[in-house]
């Protein structure tokens, strides 16, 4: 069905905004990824002060070293008890037992500092604590959920939706004064005080077309690749665009009429967005909620994916021609047998089922998708998606 998708990014190249050389020079860069405010109505914070070192425990064993606060650095090793061991780094004191006597104090440390707070709409790190579950059922290639899926091979690189990157990207260098998307907690929505809708592993997989064989047999992961992801909350609202109250504001329930654009970067919230970089196995895990549609688009989730230290370049959609750190590409979906329960069930996904669009945007089946679905699963109050894709990192 003909639908008014996301227009174009715009050509106008901004100058590039190297806050990682900012960063860098000021010594901040490594604090990145250290966890932040878990105020849902804030940005994350930065990495708080190290908590003091634990004092010794006395006659006894260790005392250990200092705890960490939210967005604390680990505490300072804790000095060695009298007649005992050194601490160790990282949690409260414990008691030394002196022999033949009552156990002597063992040192607490202080509490580290905790992040600082932010703006609307994102909740902070969770410190890189989702695992995977195992990826011997998610297929590599296409993956809808149709009679006969056409099977690619795994040394082509997965397709771009014929969306592409679509006007709603936001890279981390892009301002200045914004707050850092490295973060693996991206949940938080458009309206406070609406229903964040349920919560979402997402774990998404990069293999490497130049290492892996035709066949699926063998698949070499990319590890160290910065993921991007970026998706509307249950509501249907992206965050970053459009102005809260004012003619651009972004209207969901309507069909989308190209407002707010792509040169509409106007408000503050970074919900449901955000960077993880691939681990060994090639995997970068995000916690957010099960996206919500607006009129005009399938329920879809973005993905564009650089090496380590790209650069900025504006409003532009990124390629190798425009930024040589880039390499790939593309939105998902998910089927329609899975999402249209939890849309059906669940609030606030529940009450825009009466909308006329609603039937349309659960059937993942516009012209020139990518074809990509994602293997989710239901546990408990958590949906669990998974999706590989196939990448050339050179």
Known sequence: MSRNRESKVGTTTAKAVSRRQLLEGL???AAVTACGSNTETGTPGGAGSPGAAGTPG??????????TASGGAPGIAGQPGVAGQPGVAGQPGVAGSAAGGAPGA????????????????????????????PWTSVPVQDSTNSTAPKALACNVVTKTDGAGQGPFFIHELEKMDDISLYRQDI??????????????????????????????????????????????????????FGMHGGADEQKPDAAYNGTPGSNNLENTDRFCRGIQVTNADGVASFL????????????HIHIVCFKKGSA???????????????IFTTQFYFDPSFSKPI????????????????????????????????????????????????????
Not at 357 to 378: F, V
């Open 106 to 133: 063992g040192g607490a440390g202080t509490a580290g500092n905790a992040g600082s707070a932010g703006g609307a709409g994102g909740m902070g790190s969770t410190g890189g604590t989702l695992t995977s579950p």
């Open 58 to 67: 006395v006659a006894g064993q260790p005392g250990v070293g200092g705890a």
């Open 187 to 240: 949940r938080g929505q458009y309206n406070p005080s609406a229903e964040k809708g349920v919560d979402m592993e997402l774990h998404v997989r990069l293999v490497d077309k130049t290492k892996s064989d035709a066949a699926c047999m063998m698949l070499v992961p990319v590890p160290d690749i910065e993921v991007y992801i970026w998706h509307t909350d249950a509501q249907g609202y992206y965050s970053g």
């Open 343 to 394: 849309h059906e069930s669940v609030e606030p996904y529940k009450r825009r089922t009466t909308l006329a669009a609603y039937a349309d945007a659960m059937k993942a089946d516009e012209t020139g998708n990518s074809g990509r679905h994602c293997t989710a699963t239901k546990m408990g109050d958590k949906v669990i998606a998974q999706i590989q894709m196939v990448v050339d990192p050179t």
């Open 312 to 326: 900025s370049k504006g409003r532009v959609n990124y390629s190798k021609s425009n930024e040589k750190a880039w």
């Open 27 to 29: 010594g901040a860069l």
């Open 288 to 299: 957010s909620y099960f996206p919500g549609w607006y009129n005009g688009r399938d329920l």
